[in-house]
């Protein structure tokens, strides 16, 4: 069984950093595009950032110059450093990967949301 555990949420203040760590476990073959997601109350879910398996990264606009995805492949861990946040990126922030299990089809995983707070 395959399971995402996020760590590193909290409160920061604004202009403050946080980094966001997600490990996967589980009898995995292959992990490939891995990616954060976030929702804040009353929006939609969104991309946050993605990376490949080989280390093209993508970001959203609104966290360009702020934000960087990376990934550790022999820990099956993808990371989220966020700097110079600001109010508007609290919300709960969700781990997303694309994992080929030993045994079983390949799938899309999400952890369980870690809540990041920005408020002074």
């Known amino acids: 069984q395959v399971q995402l555990v996020e760590s590193g949420g909290g409160l920061v203040q604004p202009g403050g950093s946080l980094r966001l760590s997600c490990a996967a476990s589980?009898?995995?073959?292959?992990?490939?595009?891995m990616g954060w997601y976030r929702q804040a109350p009353g929006k939609q879910r969104e991309l946050v950032a993605r990376?490949?398996?080989?280390?093209?990264?993508n970001h959203a606009d609104s966290v360009k110059g702020r934000f960087t995805i990376s990934r550790n492949n022999a820990k099956n861990t993808v990371y989220l450093q966020m700097n110079s946040l600001k109010v508007e990126d609290t919300a709960v922030y969700y781990c997303?990967?694309?994992?080929?299990?030993?045994?079983?089809?390949?799938?899309?995983?999400w952890g369980q949301g870690t809540q990041v707070t920005v408020s002074s």
């Open positions: 997303n990967a694309d994992i080929k299990p030993v045994g079983s089809s390949r799938s899309d995983y």
């Open positions: 990376i490949s398996r080989g280390g093209s990264a």
């Open positions: 589980g009898t995995i073959f292959s992990i490939y595009v």
